[in-house]
């Protein structure tokens, strides 16, 4: 709800900045051969596989028919990688725009184009097999981290609803039975006063159970610099960071053919605030295009407030894995429950001339439960069975948490909501796979979920109470059918065609009566892949094609009857979106890189939309108009948050230096092409965001237990805009750099 009442009273959104924290090291010991546990054994430097774990399965990278990017502890380490935010420059086809404990996460141009609690996302994060808040708290850190997965198209078959663009799985290190006490710490001080320490340790209790504990804290000053009015001293939060968090692992093996797994998480983020100014302020000439100096021109970190500001996350979330081996197939129940509060203060004309502002306390709480029952992996012929429930409730809190005010204290020119937003998601699914020959292999799997969203609000628009009971509710049938075919032990050629889709939903009333709901969005995906390796593994290749029919689109626009508000609806035709991408790594001895790159096209079909940032009394109707100096025909517009072009390259050289110690240099470059924030594609009100070009560094010494690494991001300082929501610029984090002292045991 967020954006669209936020788009409807030019109000803003969210921004977050990444913090230099590091991901953990990898670990020093592995699981005991036949422990039940999903993080994969992931290649440091050998000839050994890739895992993934993401098909409810252990399964060869090299061999299986989907397009992922897969990185473990160590190498999130070497990349710079502490939460989602960092992905895009390390990995092909990753946008992520950050307004703050919300974000568009986009996947080759799908995701979340629009930033509501009921606008779910289109790429999914499961945490240790748990899918996690669709909406808000998206700035979770990365620590003690197995590994992570990014999978690239539709995944509906098994991730679910709300994998059009891809799901991302994220793995934390499990407790290993017999495996001894051990772990690591590692500290960390930078520029703005940035200090950090995290760690883990190993708890063998017996040789049926272990306990694994571990803990991640960071405190960061912000990269504003904010003044009040006339020029004063601003005396709200300028995006101090403040982050806590510790997770408790426990695993019992009581027999061979029983597995039990419970992770409990609790996280305290307080990202301080997300500062914001007019779109305007970044343009050295205004009116864009002209010869007029902008008089408004600043630095994205130079701004102007005179509201207070927050923005802090907390949650809660807590999972149950059972696992037991029937000698044959295996059943697996995995239960969990979650519950955050998010709470967001902000100046929402970014000035401190201005007297607008909002805030909101929203409570999230998701119960979920997931069956599988698995055949063994190695077998001419697999199968996989699932069910899926999920029951997520938003709650606006009473009396009236969520606050648009326009002077502050002024009924006349408020906006007020409470109430809640429960939602239902429920789901069967399968799989099957088949060895046509000893080398091809055809797979086929479906899904059918029903969905249901409801809206139990009250609202008071400018003094106008206004009540909202409404229920959406969505039906779909996704599947896959995809053909593997190894032709030798070096290259696998796969093909592939999938569906996808994300649930509908409801606008909230703005005086004109109950709108709408919006659609789902369906998705269908055409791949064709080619996997090689060479000189036994230590080079590996992958490249890809891929063609998406992207249809219904959720966007928000001006309301087409009475375009002076906004509402969210759906594209009425099919957006094609295609590309190819590039992936190698290799481990050349003490040497080794990594490149991925990624082109892209998209491409909207007919669709006819009034800008709701400019206001008009000219109906315009989404299929057909008609054409009017308001009503834009958007044909042939590019996706939003869909660059044709990124790419990322690493490289680093591992020194011996004689006394048993190693001193390797690496580097990291991502680039993510310029992109659209809007369908409307207008320069001068920002829509266009620059390419970001991201350079960082680090130089480690490591000698037996002991690394240092010094460190540095966004080298180069570039400032650019890293969001842009209801005309406020976001911008993305500027250099740091600092220390890490990393001791294992």
């Known amino acids: 709800m967020r954006g669209i009442l936020l788009a409807s009273a030019s109000a803003a959104a969210l921004v977050v900045t990444a913090a230099p924290a590091q991901a953990q090291p990898a670990q020093p010991a592995q699981p005991a051969p036949g422990a039940a546990t999903d993080q994969p054994n992931q290649d440091n430097g050998s000839s050994d596989d890739i895992v993934v774990t993401a098909q409810r399965r252990t399964e060869r990278l090299q061999t299986t028919p989907i ?4 990185l473990n502890g160590e190498e999130l380490t070497n990349r710079n990688i502490v939460n989602v935010d960092q992905l895009q420059f390390a990995m092909p086809s990753v946008t992520v725009d950050n307004f703050g404990q919300g974000l568009e996460f ?3 141009g799908i995701g979340k184009g629009e930033h509501n609690t009921q606008t779910s996302t289109g790429v999914i994060t499961y945490r240790d097999g748990v899918a996690t808040f669709p909406g808000y708290v998206q700035e979770e850190p990365y620590y003690d981290i197995a590994s992570v997965e990014v999978l690239r198209g539709p995944q509906g078959t098994i991730a679910g609803q709300n994998a059009t663009g891809g799901a991302v799985f994220v793995t934390s290190n499990n407790p290993i039975i017999n495996g001894g006490v051990h772990g690591y710490l590692q500290a960390q001080g930078g ?31 912000g990269f504003w610099h904010i003044t009040g009015p006339g020029g004063s001293r601003y005396t709200g939060n300028n995006g101090d960071l403040r982050e806590a968090a510790v997770r408790f692992s426990f695993l019992w093996r009581p027999t061979s053919r029983l597995t039990i797994l419970s992770k409990t998480d609790l996280d305290y983020l307080d990202m301080g605030a997300y500062p914001a100014d007019p779109f305007r302020n970044r343009f050295r000439f205004f009116p864009v295009g002209s010869a007029t100096p902008n008089p408004t021109f600043t630095d994205p970190f130079h701004i102007t407030a005179n509201s207070p500001q927050h923005a802090r996350d907390k949650f809660v979330r807590s999972s149950l894995r059972i696992d037991y081996d029937f000698g044959g197939a295996t059943f697996r129940s995995i239960t969990a429950y979650q519950a955050a509060n998010t709470t967001y203060t902000a100046d929402l004309d970014g000035t401190a001339t201005g007297n607008s502002f909002f805030f909101d306390s929203v409570d999230e709480d998701i119960w979920s439960q997931e069956f599988n029952l698995v055949s063994p992996d190695h077998q001419r012929f ?63 799997g479906g899904r059918y979920t029903e969905s249901r969203t409801r809206n139990d609000v009250q609202i008071v628009q400018f003094g106008l109470p206004l009540d909202d009971q409404q229920t959406a509710r969505s039906h779909n049938f996704s599947w896959k059918a995809s053909l593997g075919w190894e032709v030798n032990a070096s290259n696998y050629i796969y093909a592939f065609r999938a569906t996808g889709f994300r649930p509908g939903g409801l606008n909230v009333p703005v005086g004109l009566g109950l709108p709408a709901p919006f659609l789902p969005e369906h998705v269908t995906s055409y791949e064709l892949g080619w996997r090689a390796n060479f000189m036994g593994g230590h080079i590996r290749s992958t490249i890809n094609g891929f063609y998406n029919d992207y249809r219904n689109f959720q966007v928000i626009i001006g309301y087409p009857a009475f375009p002076v508000f906004g509402i969210e609806l759906n594209v009425p035709n099919t957006t094609k979106i295609y590309g190819g991408e590039f992936e190698l790594e290799a481990h050349l001895g003490h040497f080794s890189f990594d490149i991925g790159a990624a082109l892209m096209h998209s491409s909207l079909g007919t669709f006819f939309a009034t800008d709701p940032r400019v206001p008009s009394l000219l109906p315009c109707a989404p299929a057909t108009g008609p ?15 869909a660059p044709n072009f990124t790419f990322n390259a690493g490289a680093q050289y591992e020194f011996e230096l004689g006394d048993g110690s190693r001193l390797t240099p690496r580097i990291n470059f991502g680039h993510v092409a310029g992109q659209w924030a809007t369908l409307f594609e ?35 300082n570039q400032h650019y805009i890293g969001a842009l929501n209801s005309g406020l610029d976001f911008a993305g984090p500027p250099r740091q750099y600092g220390l890490r002292v990393l001791r294992t045991f």
Request: aromatic share 12%; with cysteine; net charge positive.
């Open 67 to 70: 397009s992922a990017s897969v």
């Open 106 to 108: 986009n996947i080759r």
């Open 191 to 221: 520029n703005y006063a940035d200090a950090g320490l995290q760690g883990a340790v190993n708890l063998p209790a017996s040789d049926t159970f272990a306990a694994r504990v571990a803990f991640y804290s960071e405190r960061r000053n």
């Open 382 to 444: 697999t199968w996989l069975l699932g069910a899926y429930g999920q029951w997520n409730t938003y709650h606006f809190l009473r009396p009236f948490q969520f606050l648009i005010g326009t002077p502050p204290g002024n009924p006349a020119t408020e906006y007020k909501l409470e109430g809640d937003n429960p939602e239902r998601s429920l789901a069967l699914f399968g799989q099957v796979g088949f060895l046509i020959t000893p080398h091809l292999k055809l797979e086929v």
């Open 627 to 641: 054409a009017s100096a308001t009503c834009v025909n958007l044909n042939g517009r590019e996706q939003t948050y």
């Open 682 to 716: 207008k320069p001068a009100l920002g829509d266009r965001m620059e390419a970001r070009n991201i350079l960082g560094a680090q130089l480690a010494w490591a000698k037996g237990p002991w690394t240092v690494t010094l460190w540095g991001t966004n080298i180069t």
